[in-house]
């Protein structure tokens, strides 16, 4: 299978990866990273998203299929004031008034 990016509005569309992700399943982006689950070689493996280089194999272990992944960084942790939602037993959409 083909890995490819492309921008937002649908233009500058490039081939990250050509060759060497067979079954690509899940993906997660961090930094200057790619990380994909590939359900063919049942491994875990990273490359550069810009380029493709720097491919690694993270984890392949017997017995282990890995599927979805998910990034967990400090960076990514949400450290803003707490949801006024986080409790709430209502049954629609609650959206917090701006600071301002």
């Known amino acids: ?25 899940s993906m997660a982006v961090f ?3 790619l990380y994909w689950s590939d359900w063919d070689m049942k ?12 491919y690694k194999t993270l984890v392949k272990e017997a017995g282990i299929h890995p599927m979805g992944i998910t990034i967990s960084h400090p960076l990514l942790t949400h450290t803003g004031p707490p949801s006024p939602c986080t409790n709430s037993t209502c049954s629609h959409v609650c959206l917090p008034k701006p600071l301002h």
């Open 43 to 54: 491994e875990i493996v990273s490359c550069n998203k810009f380029t493709g280089k720097n």
């Open 1 to 25: 299978d083909t890995v490819e990016s492309i921008r937002m509005d649908g233009t500058d569309r490039r081939v990250i990866l050509d060759t060497v992700a067979k079954h690509p399943f």
């Open 31 to 33: 930094e200057d990273s």
